[in-house]
């Protein structure tokens, strides 16, 4: 081996080792800081509404379905449906009509009082009637009537 090449193994070797002491362990502070993400302002707390996933994201904090995909070890399925704020729900054998049974003493914020069978049929048809700035009552126009049997 040309003296040249031993120099420059030896200068590898000798790099290699001196680098592996200059690698330490974060000191306390370091361990102590935050995190900050940005996160783009919901356009609309309007659930019928938003197209933001951050809307969409914030809204369902705040508002609650009848119906829920079921959540299996810690993960949330898209081939189970649970119930949400439904107890119940049947279908007819013609296929044409489901009934639908509510769970009870569930409360809107700030005392505005308990929900009943008026308020999920004003959630559906706000969107069937297609209101102003609502955009997901496209799939609803298969609902012909919504009939309150009982308050729940």
Known sequence: MSRFAWLATCLV???????VGLVQAPDADAQKKILNIAAKEP??????SSTLGQSQAISRFMFRGLTRFA?????VTTSEVEPDLAESWTLSPEGTIWTIKLKKGVQFHKGYGEMTAEDVKFSFER????????RYGVNLDVI???EIVNPH
Do not use: C, F, M, R
């Open 144 to 146: 012909k009537s919504i």
């Open 71 to 75: 959540i299996k070890d810690g993960k």
């Open 13 to 19: 070797v000798l790099s290699a080792l001196t680098s």
């Open 43 to 48: 356009d609309t707390l309007d659930p019928h």
């Open 127 to 134: 969107q069937i009637n297609k209101a102003p700035g609502t």
